[in-house]
């Protein structure tokens, strides 16, 4: 499937890019952003579900060992690592998965395979494509 993961490639290409994330690893264009998202840079980050560090560069890639259900599992447990599960019910916990995997499904579904992709809070955009 079609899935988003953290790459250096076109790091530099905006100001204030960053990117502390693994290479490659599986991200996710949903994050919780702070009341100054333009200064602090978590307006524009792609947060990763391994390192949960984040980058503000995004590749979308076909991986074909990855499945749907593995995908909501990484997100489930990237979320429940940093907490964001506690507190919430089973239909919660569900809804706010299903709300990261839908989103990202929506990225993949909208850019090429080998696009690079920049985020705007709300907002994922075309940055470049790879060679
Ligand atoms: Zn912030």
Request: with cysteine; glycine share 10%.
């Amino acid at each position: 499937m079609k899935v988003l993961v953290a790459t250096k490639s076109g790091q530099g290409g905006a100001s204030g890019d960053y990117s502390s994330t693994v290479e490659g690893e599986l991200v996710t264009p949903i994050t919780v952003e702070c009341c100054s998202p333009e200064s602090c840079g978590c307006g524009r980050g792609f947060p990763g579900l391994a390192s949960s560090r984040a980058t503000t560069t995004a590749m979308v890639v076909s991986r074909d060992d990855i499945q749907p259900n593995q995908l909501r599992e990484a997100i489930a447990s990237s979320l429940r690592r940093d907490g964001w599960l506690k507190g919430l019910n089973q239909a919660e916990r569900r809804e706010l998965i299903q709300a990261h995997f839908s989103a990202i499904e929506q990225v993949c579904a909208g850019f090429a395979v080998g696009t690079v992709v920049g985020r705007n809070n709300a907002f994922v955009s075309r940055r470049a494509v790879a060679a």
